[in-house]
């Protein structure tokens, strides 16, 4: 058989995404002999489709996909060429997606669990389900005068736009309790927020101009691997990269300096460079003396309490390398700081985060391309929000919202009174295994009338739940996502039908609100039908049509945009702080509790009990609980393991592979060793992830224990995952 | 000379990030144990100071393949560009041929009980598009290259990678180079 017309990926790209194309497949010569399949027996006049879909995960990179459809069926996807920042490819999560789909492990229809925690679950119907739920709604609101008891606990596990209708759907029943805050990233916001106003960051394909990089506390080359392009390219072009980092992570393999820092004393690095330039004049004072408020008593900060000396002695990084940095930096221009998420989960990282911060004010660099202190922004998140702006019903009772922190949500739960929560609603969220003091949590759970979770697979927060509602994939519903990194918008195309009984959390919402109407009218205000392609309309604000130059949100189906201003952070000069300027003395900082300039504040120490710091960094195979439970990931690496320096190993005559137990007061785990000089003597790393079918769940020891700022931006203070203890012993 | 195709692993481009593996699964859509590329570690100090560094491997489709000469059924066969292909027709799942390569290249399907391997997405190249592992990576470390070709830094073999005089492979290697690393162990 003759090769017959294929048509290529080329010319699919040429048109619309999601034109049908009717094409043969199958009936090439290679196929006939390599595939083992007969041209006969392969598929004829295949309808093949392509869509447009946005990775939404809790990820720097946000990546705008092709989905290629083929009768149906998502057959494969790729990054989307339209995109100058994800450029055609995808991270292994992302490739992973097929699997993520078609996973034999989807939770396929709802289920009741009989005894929390038993395995013992029946199916029911979505009716059932309904029921069950809005009857102890409305059963809690009689018996409590208001739907304060019920507590939602949402948060990062997809970040599309209309997710938000999750939090919609909890406001339309009456004042409820809402788990606030974000794990992840808060201490670093509020000392962005006071410096400058708020998190405003450089479009990260400008890296390229950076003569002098510094990635602080960061891994991009896993947890950012579009970026970790931008910035060899940088090298390329000449540019020095330096990585900052207790561990000698992938990304400080690649850099031209790495310099491994003692844990949480980065703000007494960054001082310690700061007074350096400033005793050799190598401060930008024109540039101080226009944009910022406070350099005066900075530097005076710096010449009474800050040595080189004590840098050093702080830190474990030697003087003469601080000055060289401390030189090169100031020196070299522009230069450009990347602040990661790791080094601000201490209990001093919003203080380390303001330090560094300084350093770019004091140097000039902020405004800049190829400069900067970069560290998230929210500037492309202007949508509406229609999904989650619902109204609460009258007379529902309570006088408003009841907020409790996020991270701490174990204890807050136990502790709520007046009234006492009774009902959780978890979705877009896995607590079970990625909050701290999991013992907990898991009494949090045990103390519920009813723990509602909507999810994908089993995970061990499901394991704990009264009701799972299957949920839609990404590929499965329309969206709209951006990142808080880059400046591109990205249209989520539903690509497949829902998979089994799977729903949109948008249309739970709808489809409860008409179960609790029924039950009792007006009930709930959330409209109980409606279009899930046009609610994706509805997002769009005349803020997002401008800031991306599109007229109507229907033309990113010809593919994802970029902002068309903004990409270079604060070059306006126009600051967001109560001054206006660039606050080194904030005292909004100081409303907080804080110290109004950037100061050290003593990082926490080891014990003689825990001699080790536990740092539990992202693993490069999954976000959090998301991708390494997949068949595919399994495949690649199916153990955790907990990485030891060759002399603490010896001390524990610990070998590689050797079954280690790591514990502290709150708990264990016991874990395959690695041998590796990637982490120093002091540290201990474990990557926090969830394995289907593992014991393993690195929370089990890491307590609640606050970062020092958070509550300003983001209403809790951020958790010191870094600052935790452990001793370990050979098994 | 013919143009002899082979792949070109930038070591220093290489984050090991696993993309290229699993671009290669999302291509073909592979059972989930069947890995064509693999990502392997390297020994942490091969190149001077310690990193994280690896090679990013598939098939090495050799000048003088072991899988071609030691299967009983002439299932492999060398294309003029180089590419050895695999015929899952002509398969009886013998395993001669995984015994056979010094790079453990051939796998075995245990539902189709024959062995598959990587065939450098002839077919897409034959429709003048790059490998799956090629456009996937984010890094740009694998490339597709003339291995007539003078390349710049290209080695044939990189710490650990089985003596290349066995079956002349044609994959290239470009070594990492580690930069100045201050480290408190020291």
């Known amino acids: 058989m003759k090769q017959k017309s294929v048509v290529s990926r080329r010319t699919f790209l040429k048109g619309a995404a999601a034109t049908v194309a009717t094409v043969s497949f199958g009936g090439t010569f290679f196929d006939f002999i390599f595939s083992g399949l007969s041209p006969a027996v392969a598929a004829e006049n295949s309808t093949v489709e392509l869509f447009r879909n946005a990775c939404p995960r809790n990820c720097y990179d946000t990546c705008a996909i092709l989905s290629t459809v083929q009768d149906g069926v998502l057959k494969k996807v790729v990054g989307d060429p339209a995109s100058t920042y994800t450029r055609g490819t995808l991270c292994a999560k992302g490739f992973s997606y097929t699997r993520s789909v078609y996973s034999p492990d989807r939770i396929k229809y709802p289920m009741r669990q009989i005894g929390r925690g038993s395995g ?16 102890n709604m409305l059963r809690l609101k009689r018996e409590y005068g208001s739907t ?52 405003v960051c450089n479009d990260p394909e400008d890296i390229v101009n950076s003569k002098y990089l510094i990635i602080w506390g960061a891994n991009p080359a896993w947890c950012s691997v579009h970026s970790m392009y931008f910035v060899k390219e940088a090298q390329q072009r000449g540019c020095k990269v330096v990585v900052i980092d207790p561990i000698l992570t992938q990304t400080a393999s690649k850099a ?116 900067g202190a970069q560290y998230a922004q929210l500037e492309t998140w202007g949508f509406k929000y229609h999904a989650m702006s619902q109204s609460k019903p009258a007379n529902s009772g309570g006088k408003e919202d009841r907020a409790i922190n996020i991270n701490n949500f174990g204890a807050e739960v136990l502790n709520a009174q007046d009234p006492p929560i009774k009902m959780l609603w978890i979705a877009c969220r896995g607590p079970m295994t990625q909050d701290p003091e999991t013992a907990v949590v898991k009494k949090a759970f045990e103390g519920m009338d009813l723990v509602v979770t909507a999810d994908l697979y089993m995970t061990p927060t499901v394991e704990m739940s009264d009701i799972v509602l299957p949920v839609t994939t990404a590929f499965e519903t329309p969206g709209v996502n951006v990142s808080y990194w880059h400046y591109w918008l990205s249209l989520n195309e539903q690509a497949i039908k829902p998979m089994y009984e799977s729903k949109n959390d948008v249309t739970i919402a709808m489809e409860l609100s008409a179960k609790l109407n029924e039950l009792e009218q007006g009930s709930c205000t959330f409209p109980t ?31 994802p945009v970029k902002a068309k201003s903004g990409l270079i952070a604060w070059q306006d000069g126009k600051f967001r702080t109560p001054s206006g300027k660039y606050e080194l003395w904030s005292a909004e900082a100081e409303k907080y509790g804080h110290f109004p300039l950037p100061v050290y504040v003593e990082e926490m120490q080891s014990t003689d009990k825990y001699p080790l710091r536990c740092i539990t960094p992202h693993w490069k195979l999954s976000i959090h609980s998301q991708f390494q439970n997949l068949d595919w990931m399994a495949a690649v690496n199916n153990e955790p393991h907990i990485e030891i320096h060759p002399k603490v190993a010896a001390k524990y005559h610990i070998k590689d592979n050797d079954s280690v137990k790591m514990f502290n007061d709150i708990g264990y785990i016991t874990l395959p060793a690695k041998i590796t000089e990637t982490v120093s003597p002091d540290v201990v790393a474990v990557y926090e992830t969830w394995y289907k079918n593992k014991k393993f769940n690195v929370n089990y020891t890491v307590k609640a ?12 203070p951020g958790i010191a995952f870094h600052d935790n203890f452990v001793a370990i012993q050979k098994m | ?133 090629v456009v996937g990576c984010p890094m740009e470390a694998i490339t597709i290259i003339n291995v007539n070709d003078t390349i710049a830094g290209a080695e044939r073999s990189l710490p650990g990678f089985p003596n290349a005089a066995i079956t002349n492979p044609t994959t290239r290697f470009i070594k990492p180079v580690v930069g100045r690393q201050v480290r408190r162990d020291a």
């Open chain 1, 256 to 371: 031209d300096l790495y310099i491994q820092i003692k844990s949480s004393t980065d703000g007494a690095l960054a001082l310690g460079m700061a007074r350096y330039i400033l005793d050799h004049n190598l401060y930008d004072g024109e540039w101080l003396a226009k944009n910022s408020k406070g350099a005066e008593e900075f530097f005076s900060y710096l010449k009474n309490n800050i040595t080189l000396e004590w840098a050093a002695e702080k830190t474990g990084i030697p003087q003469h390398i601080i000055e060289m940095l401390a030189r090169e930096y100031a020196t070299t221009k522009p230069a450009n700081i990347w602040i990661g998420y790791g080094m601000q989960r201490h209990t001093n990282g919003g203080q380390n985060v303001r330090a560094i911060d300084a350093l770019a004010a004091i140097t000039g660099n902020i405004g800049k391309s190829g400069g």
């Open chain 1, 529 to 559: 039908s409606g279009d899930l392609q046009e609610w994706v309309g509805k997002e769009f604000s005349e803020g997002i049509y401008k800031q991306f130059g599109i007229q109507d949100w229907q033309e990113l189906k010809k593919g």
């Open chain 1, 120 to 135: 013992n679950w029946q199916r029911i119907s979505w009716d059932e389900a309904y029921t069950e739920i809005a009857q």
């Open chain 1, 705 to 716: 224990i606050p970062a020092d700022m958070g509550k300003k931006a983001t209403g809790a």
């Open chain 1, 148 to 199: 304060l008891p019920i507590c939602l606990n949402k948060y990062s596990g997809n970040f599309d736009i209309m997710h938000y209708g999750i939090e919609g759907m909890l406001t339309s029943i009456g004042n409820t309790t809402r788990a606030t805050g974000t794990p992840c990233w808060p201490a670093g916001i509020d000392a962005q927020t006071f410096d400058f106003g708020t998190i």
């Open chain 2, 1 to 133: 000379m013919a143009k002899k195709i082979g792949f070109l692993v930038n070591s220093d481009r290489c984050i090991g990030c696993h993309a290229c593996e699993l671009a290669c699964k999302n291509e073909y859509q592979q059972e989930p144990e069947i890995r064509w590329r693999k990502v392997y570690p390297l020994k942490e100090d091969s190149f001077g100071g310690f990193a994280r560094e690896f090679a990013s491997l598939a098939c090495n489709h050799c000048e003088d393949p072991a899988c071609l000469k030691a299967c009983p059924v002439i299932a492999y066969t060398k294309r003029e560009d180089g590419i050895v292909m695999h015929s899952k027709e002509r398969c009886i799942g013998c395993k001669n041929c995984m015994l056979a390569c010094p790079y453990k290249v051939p796998e075995f399907n245990q539902k189709t009980k024959k062995v598959e391997k990587c065939h450098m997405c002839a077919a897409r190249q034959d429709r003048g598009e790059k490998p799956a592992c």
